[in-house]
């Protein structure tokens, strides 16, 4: 029952802006870390950015100056704030969060993904 949706994509030109959500529903106990990853057709799957559950984050070079992850823990959301887009970018976004459904289990979910594309 335990889910996580992506919001936030589209269409957007160079140097514009995108806000991703990825809000959890269904009973969870915590979340910890999460991040969010990108994959363009024909690419490996890159991991864009992770925040951990005392909200230290990571970003990875590509996206470093321009991207930035936050979250929300009373929402169960974490946040990807992308600024000064490039073609670059465009893919597939997708949130991944470490949760525990309860203080015994333990595990990762994936979202099904939100599609942004960065083009004049």
């Known amino acids: 029952q335990v889910q996580f949706v992506e919001s936030g994509g589209g269409l957007v030109q160079p140097g514009g802006s995108l806000r991703l959500s990825c809000a959890a529903s269904?009973?969870?106990?915590?979340?910890?870390?999460m991040g969010w990853y990108r994959q363009a057709p024909g690419k490996q799957r890159e991991l864009v950015a992770a925040?951990?559950?005392?909200?230290?984050?990571n970003l990875a070079d590509s996206v470093k100056g321009r991207f930035s992850i936050s979250r929300d823990n009373a929402k169960n959301t974490v946040y990807l704030q992308m600024n000064s887009l490039k073609p670059e970018d465009t893919a597939v976004y997708a949130c991944?969060?470490?949760?525990?459904?309860?203080?015994?289990?333990?595990?990762?979910?994936w979202g099904q993904g939100t599609q942004v594309t960065v083009s004049s």
């Open positions: 269904g009973s969870i106990f915590s979340i910890n870390a």
């Open positions: 991944k969060a470490d949760v525990w459904i309860t203080t015994m289990n333990r595990g990762a979910y």
């Open positions: 925040i951990t559950g005392g909200s230290d984050t």
